[in-house]
Structure formats: structure tokens, C-alpha cells
T-cell receptor
Framework: EAQVTQNPRYLITVTGKKLTVTCSQNMNHEYMSWYRQDPGLGLRQIYYSMNVEVTDKGDVPEGYKVSRKEKRNFPLILESPSPNQTSLYFC????????????FGPGTRLLVL | GENVEQHPSTLSVQEGDSAVIKCTYSDSASNYFPWYKQELGKRPQLIIDIRSNVGEKKDQRIAVTLNKTAKHFSLHITETQPEDSAVYFCASRGAGSYQLTFGKGTKLSVIP
């Protein structure tokens, strides 16, 4: 089944404890992206990648890191999480390097205490 | 950077009526405009999109119109059904950009 998967789906952590949220797609998509969703603010793009080893900042990249060493994986790293990073995170992928027609993963709900 | 304003933030319609959601964008060179539907507790799903070289696109009960002069685009849902109840997000992509900028969403409630 063609899909975008994220792990974990739910995570509670404490301030400063490094964490990684994994994202994987099995559709051979070129483009992958991370968004955060907060009430009243909609979806905001954190980072995106047009291809392997090519990444760029979105609108809210501060406090996050990403890497794209393989086409199928695009992990989101929080080196030192803070409470303002409590949010719902979505990974998405697209068959086009332009980012059109994005398919979203199921989401990861993160709580930073 | 690109800025997208979406209105209204909430919309209630009677089943069978039409619903219209409007978005305005700031970058006159923006060239791609998707609409996503997000049901409660689910992921956003693309329902329709339009490119800047097209003025209107339809898919069954949904349609999107684009007015490049006024820099706005709208989602039209006809013959609304209870299963249309969801949050709808518009987005735009600036020229030469690989980034989507989303509106803040419209919560649509269809009353049976």
C-alpha cells in the first residue's frame, strides 16, 4: 500500500531531551516536507527537500533539523525541545520536485513539558 | 514571503446548500493553488488544485476559481452533504518557490 508513515504517533518528552520523528514514504517520491499544525495558525512548513541531499528552510525552521540521506526517509530532529514546540507534526511527500500534489502522513502529536 | 489570508474562519450551511471559501495571496507571481480537506483527527487530503494558467477547475461537486488580477481564489462546494463537514485549507506557491504557504483554515459545518 502506497503511504507516508510517521513514528512515533504520540510523544511526551521533557525540555532539552533530543528527539527524532521519523518519516518514510514508499512511493519513490522526490519531494518531502515537514509541517507543524497549531490551533488558529493552520499548517506551517518547517523544512522541505526536493531530492536526496537537498533541503531548505520553510517558514518556521528554528529549533529543528532535517536530513535526506535516502529518498524514502526524511527525519525531523529536535536537538533541544522546548515547550513552544508542542504541536501536531505532519510529514508530506510529492512525486514532483516542485512540491505539487502533496500526500500527508498520519501526524505526530508532540508534548514538551 | 508569500502571505495567504483565508475567509471565513467558520462557515455553517444547511445540507444541500452551497459553500464558498475565499483566499487571497500576496505574491502576484504565485502559480499553484491547492485546497486540502482535514476531517477531525485525520490528516489533510488534497481535494483539488489549480495552476495560474487556468481560471477554473471542477471535480464533481467541488470547483476552484482563480482571479489573478485580484489575487484571490475560491473553493465552491455545491449540494453540500454532512460528510463535507471538515476544516478546509487553501495554499499557494510563489513563483520559483518549492514551498507551500497555507491559510489558517475554514471550519465548515453542514447541518442536516
Amino acid at each position: 500500500e502506497a503511504q507516508v508513515t510517521q513514528n512515533p504517533r504520540y510523544l511526551i518528552t521533557v525540555t532539552g531531551k533530543k528527539l527524532t520523528v521519523t518519516c518514510s514514504q514508499n512511493m519513490n517520491h522526490e519531494y518531502m516536507s515537514w509541517y507543524r499544525q497549531d490551533p488558529g495558525l493552520g499548517l506551517r512548513q518547517i523544512y522541505y527537500s526536493m531530492n536526496v541531499e537537498v533541503t531548505d528552510k520553510g517558514d518556521v525552521p528554528e529549533g529543528y533539523k532535517v536530513s535526506r540521506k535516502e529518498k524514502r526517509n526524511f527525519p525531523l530532529i529536535l536537538e533541544s525541545p522546548s515547550p513552544n514546540q508542542t504541536s501536531l507534526y505532519f510529514c508530506a511527500s510529492s512525486p514532483w520536485t516542485s512540491g505539487e500534489t502533496q500526500y500527508f502522513g498520519p501526524g505526530t502529536r508532540l508534548l514538551v513539558l | 514571503g508569500e502571505n495567504v489570508e483565508q475567509h471565513p474562519s467558520t462557515l455553517s450551511v444547511q445540507e444541500g446548500d452551497s459553500a464558498v471559501i475565499k483566499c487571497t495571496y500576496s505574491d502576484s507571481a504565485s502559480n499553484y493553488f491547492p485546497w486540502y480537506k482535514q476531517e477531525l483527527g485525520k490528516r489533510p487530503q488534497l481535494i483539488i488544485d489549480i495552476r495560474s494558467n487556468v481560471g477554473e477547475k471542477k471535480d464533481q461537486r467541488i470547483a476552484v476559481t482563480l482571479n489573478k488580477t485580484a489575487k484571490h481564489f475560491s473553493l465552491h462546494i455545491t449540494e453540500t452533504q454532512p460528510e463535507d463537514s471538515a476544516v478546509y485549507f487553501c495554499a499557494s506557491r510563489g513563483a520559483g518557490s518549492y514551498q507551500l504557504t497555507f491559510g489558517k483554515g475554514t471550519k465548515l459545518s453542514v447541518i442536516p
